[in-house]
């Protein structure tokens, strides 16, 4: 699986134009609309921000914001992004939880080669899911994503849905000191344990903000972990509020109850019944206060709990006539910068990734067969949590040693302490798939193999 520059460019030439808008596509939440597509000029560029007061941060952005500008397709319609690169260094666009041709993926030498500073790149694909997904590079990621290039994706349902409102909240600790100056995004030490941990804890950019929610509707809140190491312990003391969707997909509606863990790059969508006028709530990590959720007065008639969100069109795994795998998840301490390489912490199966070495997807880990039915048994060997993610696919986790498991779809499993889970899945994308460990530190010290189905 290699191609040339000019392959690439050359893939350009015939797409035309694309019709872009300024801002991106015209939106409106729960009105179905004629347009097929969903364009938007998505522009990366360097752009400082004020995190703590009175200082700068140079922050890196996707179209002028950090996290990046939120996108918006709709079940069954195209997003079409010209991403246009102007940092000074390559990068790509991975859409997680997406499920995309392997050319759209965003993975640098296995979809496409790294996008240039100066070049742009078309993204255009078929969004089949309905729910909350996000964007970021697939390169340099410790530094990429650790400066602010993440971004949320919603995919609106094709039908509305029984929600009149709804707020994004993305979630990031930046890795800044008290000036707001950038600290290292890897620590090796760190990297070897739970990841290297940001201090600045914030909602859409802001620390601490105070989020106002219509008093007596119930709104959609859509809850994405957008950082490279923090498990957020949500908790929402006081508040009646019920899970609704687990990183894009649907869930029979349950009660929240006293904690979820939402690990990097998972998604939570909560349905929240907003108490009378002048309210506050918490919205915590474990004790610490996130954000305050405060009710304002709204003219509307009081809303109900809505109904489940409908399935999305995941093909369902026979666990009867599927094949077993297993991956372990393993620390292993090679420390080899005394060679220049990278220091390997982590592997699959015995197998570090490595990734200054563009040919290690030319080695899978596994090889499924195109719409094989599969069960991953997935052993993490550690005491450090590890979200782990597969591109191209939902899967559904079945059960866990540790905790019970309601079956759901999703794209990133949190494997706890020690944990046994498994998953299954239909291999019904062929492609070379990523398969990893979210805490980028991990990821970027081996915690990562490619996955093939043909
Ligand atoms: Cu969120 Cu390999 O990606
Ligand atoms: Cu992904
Ligand atoms: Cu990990």
Request: aromatic share 10%; hydrophobic share 40%; net charge neutral.
């Amino acid at each position: 699986m290699s191609f040339t520059r000019r392959q690439i460019l050359g893939g350009l030439v015939g797409l035309g134009v694309v019709g872009l808008g300024a801002g991106g596509a015209r939106y409106w939440l729960g009105r179905s609309l004629d347009a097929k597509t969903h364009d938007y000029e998505l522009i990366a560029a360097p752009l400082d921000l004020e995190l703590v007061a009175g200082h700068t941060t140079p922050a890196w952005a996707y179209g002028g914001q950090a996290p990046g500008v939120e996108l918006r397709s709709r079940q069954g319609d195209w997003l079409r992004v010209r991403f246009i690169n102007k940092l000074d260094e390559p990068t790509t666009i991975h859409w997680h939880g997406i499920r995309v041709p392997l050319e759209m993926d965003g993975v640098p030498y296995v979809s496409q080669l790294p996008v240039l500073p100066g070049e742009y790149f078309d993204y255009r694909f078929k969004t089949d899911d309905a729910g909350s997904f996000w964007y970021h590079p697939h390169l340099s990621s410790a530094h990429q994503l650790g400066r602010g290039l993440v971004g949320p994706l919603i995919v609106e349902e094709r039908e509305p849905t029984g929600f009149r409102h709804e707020k994004v909240l993305s979630l990031k600790t930046w890795h800044v000191d008290q000036e707001g100056a950038f600290t290292a995004f890897s620590v090796p030490r760190e990297a070897a344990r739970e990841g290297t941990r940001g201090r600045l804890t914030t909602i859409n950019g802001k620390p601490l903000p105070t989020v106002e929610l219509p008093a007596g509707q119930v709104v959609r809140l859509r809850i994405l972990n957008l950082d490279n190491t923090v498990t957020y312990r949500l908790n929402l003391p006081g508040a009646e509020a019920r899970i609704y969707s687990l990183d894009g997909h649907p869930v029979e509606p349950r009660n929240l109850g006293k904690e979820y863990w939402l690990g990097p790059g998972m998604r939570i969508e909560l349905a929240i019944k907003v108490p009378a006028e002048g309210t506050e709530l918490p919205l915590r990590n474990g004790p610490l206060r996130l954000a305050t959720l405060k009710s304002v007065a709204s003219s509307e008639a009081p809303g109900d709990w809505p109904a489940a969100l409908p399935a999305n069109p995941v093909p369902e795994p026979d666990l009867e006539k599927a094949e077993v795998l297993r991956f372990n998840f393993e620390w292993a301490a090679t420390l080899a910068s005394a060679t220049g390489q990278p220091n390997n912490y982590w592997q699959i199966n015995g197998k570090a990734w490595d990734i200054n070495d563009k040919t290690c997807a030319d080695r899978p880990i596994a090889k499924l067969k195109k719409d094989g039915h599969y069960i991953f048994e997935l052993r993490n060997m550690a005491q450090y949590l590890h979200p782990i993610h597969l591109h191209g696919m939902a899967f559904k986790v079945l059960d866990s040693d540790r905790k019970s498991i309601i079956p759901y779809f999703t794209d990133t499993y949190l494997l706890g302490k020690n944990e046994t889970a498994r998953i299954a899945l239909v291999a019904d994308n062929p492609g070379i798939w990523m398969f990893h460990c979210h805490v980028i530190d991990h990821m970027e010290t081996g915690l990562m193999a490619a996955i093939e189905v043909a």
